[in-house]
């Protein structure tokens, strides 16, 4: 009997439209995608991935607010019994919106913040409003006791900020997780980040989490953080046990392209619910076969020799074909940098 995968947690792209311009959006967001998902097909994805055993759905975008039927996903989603979350820049958030979400009781509201300085935040995302917009949603979130968390994408434009947008997040009951732009979409490679400034990041993580209370200011690495330091505690929301795309989590395009993660290239798209369910493409045996048939042949470069490298899958999947061209081979790794450190 073949080993049945539940994906646990699902990203669902509900619309490619956005009202801003970001330079590291991976997806390139900006206009409507041609055949995004109508109301009614919104509703049957959702209740096929109750079928599926779905536990989470976070809703982004593109904007997701910008879709006016946003909450119709929501509520019905949270009738599933399903946790959602709710990915926004921050712009479109009102005291209406507010009063929305307090209804749907949301697992949390995400806020992208890419900046400690109005400055460069408005730089990064192409809308000059927007630092002191991105504030006073959060206000309205806060103030509203809904459950609310930022995401901060950083690269060489905005890395020594994070110690001022500590400062801005300490103790107001904001979870925060930090990430590394990955060179898709719009973003450049000559602005990610090296791997001493990489390691830097990871650094400023770890003192943040031993030096202030998940009271003060819960912070986590999003799962391009890592891996297996031989100094540095772990800095994700769980140990690393390798890529989970097709394995307990899904993501799903605008116009109904399902990835095991959408922060991968359309080569590794699976199919599409326009033309076939969901519920067969998730459990085709040929699907997600990078990760459903790993072994530990599969790793490339580095990873080949590495004792972690059955458990690890070696790295982020989206970090390593965009920089080495192959899977199972992110050389953003911790264990591999001081490796280097080390030997120099």
Request: aromatic share 6%; with cysteine.
């Amino acid at each position: 009997m073949s080993k049945r995968y539940i994906p646990i947690s699902v990203v669902w792209e509900t619309t490619l439209n956005c009202n801003m311009n970001c330079m590291h959006c991976g997806s390139s967001a900006g206009a409507i995608r041609r055949n995004e998902l109508t109301t009614s097909e919104g509703l049957k994805l959702c209740n096929d991935l109750n079928k599926l055993g779905t536990r989470l759905i976070t809703l982004m975008g593109g904007e997701p607010f910008l879709r006016k039927d946003w909450h119709i996903f929501a509520h019905h989603i949270r009738d599933l019994g399903i946790n959602v979350t709710i990915m926004s820049n921050g712009l479109l958030i009102d005291e209406k919106i507010v009063s929305e979400l307090r209804k749907i009781d949301p697992y949390a509201v995400t806020i992208s913040i890419d900046g400690g300085t109005a400055k460069t935040h408005n730089s990064i995302r192409g809308v000059n409003t927007s630092f002191s917009r991105c504030m006073r949603s959060l206000d309205l979130l806060t103030d509203a006791n809904l459950p609310t968390s930022v995401i901060t994408t950083i690269h060489k434009e905005n890395l020594k900020e994070l110690p001022i947008l500590r400062d801005i997040l300490l103790n107001r009951d904001i979870a925060w997780q930090v990430q590394m732009a990955t060179p898709v979409g719009r973003f450049p490679k000559s602005l990610m980040l090296s791997k001493d400034e990489f390691y830097t990041a990871s650094l400023f993580i770890a003192s943040t989490r031993k030096n202030y209370s998940v009271k003060e200011l819960p912070l986590i690495g999003a799962h391009n953080f890592g891996y297996h330091s031989q100094v540095l505690p772990n800095i994700q929301l769980l140990p690393w046990i390798g890529c989970q795309a097709g394995l307990t989590a899904m993501g799903i395009q605008s116009d109904g392209a399902v990835q095991g993660c959408l922060s991968l290239p359309d080569m590794f798209i699976e199919g599409n619910i326009h033309e076939k369910s969901l519920i067969d493409i998730w459990n085709d045996p040929s699907s997600f076969s990078y990760n459903r048939n790993f072994s530990k042949a599969n790793l490339n470069g580095e990873c080949k020799n590495c004792k972690h490298g059955k458990r690890c899958r070696g790295g982020c999947l989206t970090v390593s074909t965009s920089l080495t061209g192959e899977k199972h081979s992110d050389p953003y790794c911790l264990r591999l940098i001081e490796q280097k450190m080390i030997s120099e």
